[in-house]
């Protein structure tokens, strides 16, 4: 095991990278990439996004240190254009308003630093999710506390402008303890780039919304059976199969998709029922053939291959996450790697993957990273 330590130049090294869209993976110069990591703040452990630099073709990494300075950025996303991050700032009252706020960044991809271009309100608290649509004219983010969904227009110079959409959910599900009321979790990009999906743990649904204004699409939303809670979920690289994971009963709904329409073909568990499980991210791999899973409460990654033409999956393993509450997890642009983000043992693991099999062995590097929450990669210069 090779327990790769903070660099305490300001506080704590980290690394943190998250794959965008269905695009073929930008080449980096000399194969090495930097990753971004996104945490949770608090003083003396962390201060906002660290990096690291990693070269997949030997597995390299290379503490470079805080580079972020910003409140809680737990979800990251990096502009179509390599030269922006943004990042939820997932916090609950901003300059005096009950609400989160979105922070954009100019990268310096030589040296993984980040220039704070400017900070507006998400128009909800507790921001938890962030994506750019394929044209990188316009930002969506999810608000889990309030139940909504902003549009923010992106400007040339990376900045970001106020809302100009924004759409608040209502309505309930039948636990209600946790579905008394919305909660947006995710934004997720349609293959074609012309939809927004939103998934909604509270009302049970996946709302769609058209790119460009959040006008509903027809159909306005997708039903997911009550009590399940759709947290996030993922496209093929084809576009043909999207793959839903629940929080609340852990399990992945597998759905044929085409025009706009999901039509659902089987719903399979990620681990078997226990204590406080709670379903967390979900990921397809770049090759199309596997589906990847966290799982907190067990801590484990679920493994699925795949059927090529009806989309349907099959159990191929389940292996501990090497953490306590996997968070996010993110697959290297180049397909070998798999980096695990746990929130409350403070570690980021990395896993080998096999192109062949879909199944995962631990590389032996542990990052250190207070409160880890998401790893997004970007191509070094």
Request: net charge positive; hydrophobic share 40%.
């Amino acid at each position: 095991m090779r327990l790769i330590s903070r660099l305490f130049l300001s506080a704590a090294a980290l690394a943190c990278l998250l794959p965008s869209g269905f695009a073929q993976p930008a080449k980096a110069a000399k194969g090495e990439y930097i990753a971004y990591v996104g945490t949770y703040t608090r003083p003396e452990k962390s201060k906002g996004i660290y990096a690291w630099r990693f070269q997949p073709a030997t597995g390299k990494l290379t503490a470079i240190g805080l580079v972020g300075e910003t409140v809680s950025p737990s979800f990251l996303a990096v502009h179509p254009n390599h030269k922006f991050l943004y990042a939820v700032n997932e916090i609950s009252n901003f300059q005096g308003s009950r609400t989160g706020s979105v922070s954009a960044f100019a990268m310096d991809t030589k040296t993984g630093q980040l220039k704070l271009l400017n900070t507006v309100t998400s128009r909800g608290g507790g921001p938890c999710h962030l994506a750019l649509d394929p044209s990188g004219k316009w930002l969506y983010v999810a608000n889990y506390n309030s139940g909504n969904a902003a549009e923010f227009p992106v400007h040339d110079d990376g900045t970001l402008g106020e809302a100009s959409a924004f759409v608040q959910h209502a309505g309930s599900s039948v636990n209600r303890q946790r579905q008394s009321g919305p909660h947006a979790h995710e934004t997720v990009i349609s293959p074609d780039g012309k939809s927004v999906f939103v998934p909604d743990l509270g009302l049970d649904q996946i709302l769609s919304y058209k790119v460009g204004g959040l006008t509903p699409n027809d159909p306005p939303f997708l039903k997911i059976a009550p009590g399940n809670g759709p947290r996030h979920f993922a496209f093929t690289p084809n576009g043909k199969f999207a793959y839903v994971m629940t929080e609340m009963t852990a399990s992945v709904i597998a759905f044929k998709y085409a025009g706009g329409k999901f039509e659902e073909l089987q719903t399979l568990p990620t681990v078997d029922t226990a204590p406080n499980m709670s379903g967390a991210e979900i990921a397809v791999h770049p090759n199309g053939k596997f589906v990847y899973t966290s799982t907190r409460g067990v801590n484990s990654i679920g493994v699925f291959a795949i059927d090529a033409k009806k989309g349907k999956l099959t159990p191929v393993e389940r292996t501990p996450s090497g953490g306590k509450t996997p968070r996010n997890f993110t697959i290297d642009p180049t397909g070998a790697y798999m980096f695990v983000a746990h929130q409350d043992s403070d570690n980021v693991v990395v896993f080998k993957i096999d192109a062949k099999t879909g199944k995962l062995t631990p590389s032996g590097d542990i990052l250190e990273a207070f409160a880890a929450v998401c790893v997004a990669f970007v191509p070094a210069q």
